[in-house]
């Protein structure tokens, strides 16, 4: 069964850093594309970005370009999000999710961590 386990987030000062993490069991992660994905409160949840199976990456907001990046361990399985110059409009709950090769969507998700950014 695979699951995924986000850690990582906090309460941190506007201009700083986090590296959310994001645990994959039941596969090796090289088998997914993932994705972090971020909710914030009365919002709908938006894709921020993503790394398919090649290695490419793909932005989904044009905020997370210059300040985001999101990298794959793949000895590790493990999928990180590096965030740098947070801003309080980067208060979400962030969710990473794979894609199996051959699905139309993501698959499987964690349950998400609390990144709250204050002025």
């Known amino acids: 069964q695979v699951q995924l386990v986000e850690s990582g987030g906090g309460s941190v000062q506007a201009g700083d850093s986090l590296r959310l993490s994001c645990a994959v069991s039941?596969?090796?992660?090289?088998?997914?594309?993932m994705g972090w994905f971020r909710q914030a409160p009365g919002k709908e949840r938006e894709a921020v970005v993503a790394?398919?199976?090649?290695?490419?990456?793909?932005y989904h907001t044009d905020s997370a370009l210059g300040r985001f990046t999101i990298s794959r361990d793949n000895d590790k399985n493990m999928v990180y999000l590096q965030m740098n110059g947070l801003k309080p409009e980067d208060t979400a709950v962030y969710y990473c999710?794979?894609?199996?090769?051959?699905?139309?969507?993501?698959?499987?998700w964690g349950q998400g961590t609390q990144v709250t950014v204050s002025s």
């Open positions: 999710a794979a894609q199996n090769y051959r699905s139309s969507d993501y698959d499987f």
């Open positions: 039941g596969q090796p992660v090289s088998s997914f594309a």
């Open positions: 790394i398919n199976w090649s290695g490419t990456v793909r």
